[in-house]
């Protein structure tokens, strides 16, 4: 059998409005990379020549020209999609794998059932939009409702590259934060701040609630996505 190269392995749910940055804070973690051409996470572009041959990622730049082309179906169905990235910490080899979700309504029922595996999830929306904030409330009962009860969960105030046209102060981020007795960051993919310290801390809360375990390489089920042995599911 292939020797496991990483001992625990955390899945991560990104949550929050349409067009706040979250698959731009993803792509400066997991790739160092920036792009300013908003495609939004709506699903999987389907390449069709009489039968099925690929499913290019979601917000890959072609999937605008598969639009495009008479021959291409798209299929605005999953609105979903996810990275991996490997980081030590304590010593230990950890799978971040982190799903990126579409923050537009039509998709939440989608979404909203990715939840309930989520270790944990960071909520984001845009110093420069004041709905995307006010919108955080809801974001956070919709966790309440549909992920674990011990999920770790984290407020992410992204874009805070844009001073010039902030229209949320950072005190009401660290408020509505301490209300809910989650951590907060100010980020910005584009300059990137914060962003590694962001999923950094969030796996280290992780891990400082997971129960240490012997390293035992069959023990991680990486087929499900489903996390590590040791974690808790309120799933039956
Ligand atoms: P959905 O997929 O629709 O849910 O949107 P999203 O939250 O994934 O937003 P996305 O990452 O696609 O970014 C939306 C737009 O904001 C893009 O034009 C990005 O270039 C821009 N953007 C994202 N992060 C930043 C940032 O930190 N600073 C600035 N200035 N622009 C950003």
Redesign the pocket.
């Known amino acids: 059998m292939a020797k496991k190269t990483y001992d625990l392995l955390f899945k991560l749910l990104l949550i ?10 993803l792509f400066r973690f997991s790739d160092d990379a ?9 699903g999987s572009c389907i390449h069709h020549h009489g039968q099925f041959t690929t499913v290019p990622r979601n917000k890959d730049p072609s999937c605008s020209f598969i639009i495009v082309a008479s021959r291409y179906f798209y299929t605005p169905n999953l609105g979903i999609d996810f990275k991996i990235k490997t980081v030590e910490l304590q010593g230990k080899k950890i799978k971040l794998q982190i799903w ?5 309504e039509r998709f939440h029922t989608i979404t909203t059932s990715y939840y309930r595996g989520a270790m944990g999830i960071m909520l ?1 929306y845009d110093i420069t939009n004041g709905k995307s904030f006010e919108n955080i409330s809801k974001w956070l009962r919709n966790i309440d409702e549909h992920a674990n009860e011990d999920v770790e969960r984290m407020l992410l105030g ?5 001073d010039d046209k902030r229209v949320v102060p950072k005190g009401k981020g660290e408020q509505i934060a301490r209300e809910h007795g989650i951590r907060f960051f100010e ?5 990137n701040i914060n962003i590694e310290k962001a999923f950094l801390t969030l796996a280290e809360d992780i891990l400082r609630k997971t129960p240490v375990k012997e390293p035992n390489s069959e023990n991680v089920d990486i087929s499900s996505g489903g996390g590590v042995t040791g974690w808790k599911s309120k799933c039956c």
């Not at 929050?16 to 979250?22: A, C, F, H």
């Not at 990126?100 to 537009?104: K, M, N, V």
């Not at 992204?158 to 844009?162: G, I, P, Q, V, Y």
């Open positions: 929050g409005d349409s067009g706040v940055g979250k698959t731009c804070v920036f792009n300013t051409t908003f495609i939004s996470t709506i990126d979700t579409a923050g537009q984001v992204n874009k805070c590259d844009m980020t910005s993919a584009k300059a």
